[in-house]
């Protein structure tokens, strides 16, 4: 297996007629789950080869996009490594590892959280510590987590959900084993599979944030679901102990109202069920792999819907049973896999009265959640429009197609906030703008009203912001005199 550049193919296609999977039903599945969520990518294999695998345009099997608590599955496997080699022990008191990050107060309770605790969500958190909670700290992130309360009877028999409980297994795996999980990744598993440029986000103190921030592809989820499908093993060698990874997938803890749905319950880092095993990020990265069939998927998206895991057992099962795929259905399927956009404004292009009324001045905003201070317009021809922007106090470049993905390089040297895709038209007196960053689950739209009170607003696929309410955030715009 030849590993590309950039976020390539890892694993070979299946043949055609060697599916197991009836390609009718696996069309049936992706199209339920575009009425579900917003797809952005999506790899299926079968017996670890490809059947399925696209990209919703502009996004791309080739750009990794951060995943969010997908993340903890790389956690759990370098604590399979620790635990393999005597390094760390599962009933271990967590501060055994910790007494030089503790604040001078802290909850005593603290000392009957263990590494099995941490494992589980078990800690007796009292709040969830996510990425926002922890990227608002400049410093000390151990120390501040450790500084929250507990509750005592949690510990141990409650399960709460919080990534301080896989920042703080990254810290500790790092200590006992003299490097940082994404470098013990790297040497011992993703080399291995030929997957050698995979990022993760890490914490002031260099330690990988465990919970969230690693960067994959579709294809890169659904190949380390494929390593846990395998029991560790790849290519003949045993990467993770495959008693560990037996341990990390079996159903632990009851998920709390999750009761019905094909995952209900929580393992080690993992989220598990009765036929399926599943890693699932915030606004829709999911690793679903079955348990007696040899079928995994990966997926990303910009989605708060939980139905995702439902949906993909719910066809798969059904496609196993369904009789051998005609040659109209595959063709049905790959014609779809050759065809996936997400929907652009609807439009024309920026009318000549609006543009010579706005050309060369500055459009400013009002409070608007992207901190943009003013946007400037300019036509480049062939339905081209240049957008100069003062982003955050930045001032920045960017081309938008009318009706077309244009992709925008903001960032070179950060892995973080590379790729913009902007698509415009104008239509209804409206100019519309949607910003795709693709190697993220966001997606947004601007809309520019610029008759009778002037007015803009922006509206997110997916958010964080006020308990996630993705519904449109009006703003004033003014024309530069």
Not at 149 to 172: M, P, Q, W
Request: a negative charge; proline letters at 4%; aromatic letters at 10%.
């Amino acid at each position: 297996m030849a590993a590309k550049n950039r976020g390539g193919k890892v694993m070979e296609r299946k043949k055609a007629g060697e599916e197991m999977l009836n390609a009718g039903i696996l069309l049936e599945m992706i199209k339920e789950l575009e009425q579900e969520a917003e797809l952005h990518s999506i790899c299926v294999l079968e017996e670890g080869k490809t059947v399925f695998e696209g990209a919703w345009a502009p996004y791309s099997l080739k750009v990794p996009q951060m995943m969010h608590s997908l993340s903890k599955t790389g956690t759990s496997l370098c604590v399979g490594m620790a635990v393999s080699e005597g390094k760390l022990f599962l009933d271990d008191y967590m501060l055994d590892y910790l007494r030089d990050e503790l604040p001078v107060t802290y909850d005593t309770t603290l000392e009957k959280i263990t590494i099995r605790d941490l494992l589980t969500m078990q800690a007796g958190s009292t709040f969830c510590a996510n990425n926002v909670w922890f990227t608002r700290l400049t410093k000390d992130w151990e120390t501040m987590w450790l500084g929250q309360k507990r509750n005592a009877d949690e510990i141990g028999n409650g399960f709460h959900y919080d990534s301080g409980c896989s920042y703080t297994l990254s810290v500790i795996v790092s200590k006992v084993m003299g490097k940082t999980c994404l470098e013990l990744l790297k040497e011992r598993v993703f080399s291995k599979m030929d997957l050698p440029e995979i990022n993760w986000l890490s914490s002031p103190e260099g330690y990988n944030t465990g919970g969230w921030g690693m960067y994959l592809t579709a294809p890169w989820i659904a190949a380390l679901g494929w390593l846990i499908k395998q029991n560790g093993m790849w290519n003949g060698e045993q990467l993770v102990s495959a008693e560990w990874i037996s341990d990390m997938v079996k159903p632990r803890v009851q998920i709390p109202e999750a009761a019905g749905h094909a995952i209900d319950s929580y393992g080690y880092q993992v989220k598990t069920g009765e036929k399926i095993f599943a890693a699932e990020g915030a606004f829709g990265q999911f690793m679903i792999g079955f348990r007696e069939i040899p079928v995994v998927i990966g997926i990303t998206s910009g989605t708060a819907s939980e139905k995702i895991a439902d949906i993909c057992q719910k066809y798969i099962l059904k496609a196993v049973e369904a009789p051998k795929s005609t040659e109209e259905e595959r063709t049905a399927l790959r014609k779809k896999e050759a065809d996936l956009c997400l929907p652009m404004p609807d439009g024309e292009d920026v009318p000549e009265e609006l543009y010579w009324k706005v050309k060369g001045r500055k459009i400013f905003f009002g409070v608007n959640p992207r901190n943009v201070r003013w946007v400037k317009l300019d036509k480049l021809g062939d339905g081209m429009l240049r957008i100069t922007a003062d982003l955050q106090g930045e001032e920045k470049e960017l081309t938008a197609g009318l009706k077309k993905w244009v992709r925008n390089d903001l960032y070179p040297d950060d892995f973080r906030k590379e790729y913009h895709c902007l698509s415009f038209a104008y239509s209804d007196e409206k100019l519309v703008i949607a910003d795709s960053m693709i190697n993220t689950s966001y997606r947004e739209v601007y809309t520019l009203d610029f008759h009778g009170k002037m007015r803009g607003a922006w509206q997110p696929n997916v958010t964080y912001l006020d308990n996630n309410d993705c519904s449109p955030r009006e703003f004033d715009i003014n024309i530069e005199k």
